[in-house]
């Protein structure tokens, strides 16, 4: 049984020329799967990743979205964190008077922060030991951000590149994040834009027209989508698939 499940799904929004953001979209993401969302700009990535999460104001038209199982429905986003779905979000979290280690050890006790914290390229010893306040940079609230999912362990961590800092991060460093989370068990959803990021992953998917166009090595699916077959377009069919 796939861990996620999405069949048919459905997402309008108001006043939104198109309106119709996700049209009938349907995939799986595996257990411990590292699984790539790849599409442009404006395909709906981010939506989908809001509408997994059950973020405030994003339901779903029609369709189902399962998590082990379960339907979702319209479970609020406390309780699919419970259940094991986490999100790095586009604006960190700001700590006033706690620092760095210790907000990590909070969600962990067991986490070795200093390996976790030089994963995301950042030295131990010079932010272990700073506050989780306005003095760090967007830039660094985001790699510990992705630091503090890595600690949750969850069952499936959804990363969208940009919101998740992931594009602050060499190649190399990417590789090294997600093969702790796979380590750790996590299944991923990588939300990218960007074909290099998506070779990382065990498994691919291409999103156009608010459908998956194209599903399957990430060689191939990049292949595809660096041919730029698949920009956003206005035809119901896709011509390429």
Same mark, same amino acid.
Request: a neutral charge.
């Given at each position: 049984?796939?861990?996620? +499940?999405?069949?048919?799904?459905?997402?309008?929004?108001?006043?939104?020329?198109?309106?119709?953001?996700?049209?009938?979209?349907?995939? #799986?993401?595996?257990?411990?799967?590292?699984?790539?969302?790849?599409?442009?700009?404006?395909?709906?990535?981010?939506?989908?990743?809001?509408?997994?999460?059950?973020?405030?104001?994003? !339901?779903?038209? =029609? &369709?189902?979205?399962?998590?082990? &199982?379960?339907?979702?429905?319209?479970?609020?986003?406390?309780?699919?964190? !419970?259940?094991?779905?986490?999100?790095?979000?586009?604006?960190?979290?700001?700590? %006033?008077?706690? #620092?760095?280690?210790?907000?990590? #050890?909070?969600?962990?006790?067991?986490?070795?922060?200093?390996?976790?914290?030089?994963?995301?390229?950042?030295?131990? =010893?010079?932010?272990?030991?700073?506050?989780?306040? !306005?003095?760090?940079?967007?830039?660094?609230?985001?790699?510990?951000?992705?630091? =503090?999912?890595?600690?949750?362990?969850?069952?499936?961590?959804?990363?969208?590149?940009?919101?998740?800092?992931?594009?602050?991060?060499? #190649?190399?460093?990417?590789?090294?994040?997600?093969?702790?989370? +796979?380590?750790?068990?996590?299944?991923?959803?990588?939300?990218? *834009?960007? %074909? %290099?990021?998506?070779?990382?992953?065990?498994?691919?998917?291409?999103?156009?027209? &608010?459908?998956?166009?194209? =599903? &399957?090595?990430?060689?191939?699916?990049?292949?595809?989508? +660096?041919? !730029? *077959?698949?920009?956003?377009?206005?035809?119901?069919?896709? *011509?390429?698939?």
């Amino acid at each position: 049984m796939a861990m996620l +499940k999405i069949k048919d799904l459905v997402y309008e929004a108001a006043g939104q020329r198109p309106s119709r953001i996700l049209d009938g979209l349907s995939f #799986t993401v595996e257990s411990g799967e590292v699984h790539a969302l790849l599409g442009a700009n404006g395909t709906g990535k981010s939506t989908l990743a809001y509408l997994i999460m059950g973020c405030g104001g994003y !339901r779903p038209s =029609s &369709g189902d979205i399962v998590f082990e &199982g379960n339907a979702l429905g319209s479970r609020p986003i406390h309780e699919r964190a !419970r259940m094991g779905i986490t999100m790095a979000w586009q604006e960190p979290v700001r700590f %006033e008077g706690i #620092t760095v280690n210790d907000y990590l #050890t909070f969600r962990n006790k067991d986490a070795d922060t200093a390996e976790l914290l030089a994963l995301v390229g950042l030295n131990p =010893s010079l932010y272990g030991h700073r506050m989780v306040d !306005r003095a760090l940079s967007g830039g660094e609230r985001k790699r510990i951000e992705l630091v =503090s999912i890595l600690v949750l362990r969850p069952k499936l961590a959804i990363l969208d590149e940009p919101d998740s800092g992931i594009d602050m991060l060499s #190649t190399q460093d990417i590789i090294n994040v997600i093969g702790a989370f +796979k380590r750790n068990g996590s299944a991923v959803l990588l939300i990218t *834009h960007r %074909e %290099e990021i998506a070779m990382i992953a065990d498994r691919s998917s291409q999103l156009c027209g &608010g459908r998956i166009i194209c =599903s &399957g090595d990430p060689a191939k699916v990049a292949e595809h989508y +660096k041919a !730029r *077959h698949c920009m956003i377009c206005s035809d119901r069919e896709c *011509h390429y698939v």
